[in-house]
């Protein structure tokens, strides 16, 4: 089973881009990384996922290394309203391993 | 708002008794998750159904339990509560048309707005 390490929390300030790095070091072939944001009182949303390489939608880029053994979360030009903590998912077919959760807190 | 539903919103509870959370998931979705989120564990993965059969199994409890029924709505049974038990749980859904006997693992999960529980 895959173990997943998140740093607890980290600063940033309006229209700085932000990078959270997971670490999974024993992922599996299988394992996909998926990315969520929750905020207070909410379940968690999806926010990217991806195998390898680099994935960017219209909220944030993904990147994962040739060893897949970490993947970086990054969101351009953060805003206060991304505030919230993010968790990533390591998933295989009947494996499931959240990391602790990294709470970003953006200030003006 | 994800489509899936979670009652009740909030319960409280005395140790020892035991409770059910139901959660309803997004029309056509198949597969429903169940988590439970406390302060010191984060998100720990409970239990999995797919379609009314059980997929994956995570750090559930004996204690606890959970089915999903024909109309793929899904109850998680709580029993002899104890006060570390107090926590949210949450309800996720998702397509997962695979039907894979192994599920899949790309699914988008979507989550409900949880059930906070409170043992007294």
């Known amino acids: 089973l895959a173990k997943t390490t998140q740093p607890i929390s980290m600063d940033s300030y309006e229209g700085q881009e932000v990078n959270i790095t997971c670490s999974h070091n024993n992922i599996a072939t299988n394992d996909y990384i998926t990315w969520y944001q929750q905020f207070p009182s909410q379940g968690p949303r999806f926010i990217i996922q991806?195998?390898?390489t680099k994935v960017t939608n219209e909220v944030a880029s993904l990147f994962i290394p040739a060893d897949r053994k970490s993947s970086t979360l990054s969101l351009p030009r953060v805003s206060l309203s991304d505030t919230a903590v993010y968790y990533c998912l390591v998933r295989g077919y009947s494996t499931l391993t959240f990391g602790k959760g990294t709470m970003l807190l953006v200030s003006p | 708002d994800s489509g899936v539903t979670q009652t009740p919103k909030h319960l409280i509870t005395a140790t020892g008794q035991r409770v059910t959370l139901r959660c309803s998931p997004r029309?056509?979705?198949?597969?429903v998750y169940w988590y439970q989120q406390s302060l010191d564990q984060g998100l720990q993965f409970l239990i999995q159904y797919y379609n009314g059969e059980e997929r994956a199994k995570g750090n559930i409890l004996e204690r606890f339990s959970a089915q999903q029924f024909p109309d793929l709505h899904s109850e998680l049974n709580l029993s002899s509560l104890e006060l570390g038990d107090s926590a949210l749980y949450f309800c996720?859904?998702?397509?997962?048309?695979?039907?894979?006997?192994?599920?899949?693992?790309?699914?988008?999960?979507?989550f409900g707005p949880g059930t906070r529980l409170t043992v007294l």
């Open positions: 991806g195998y390898k």
């Open positions: 029309s056509g979705d198949l597969s």
């Open positions: 996720a859904s998702s397509k997962e048309t695979s039907g894979l006997a192994g599920g899949s693992n790309t699914d988008t999960q979507y």
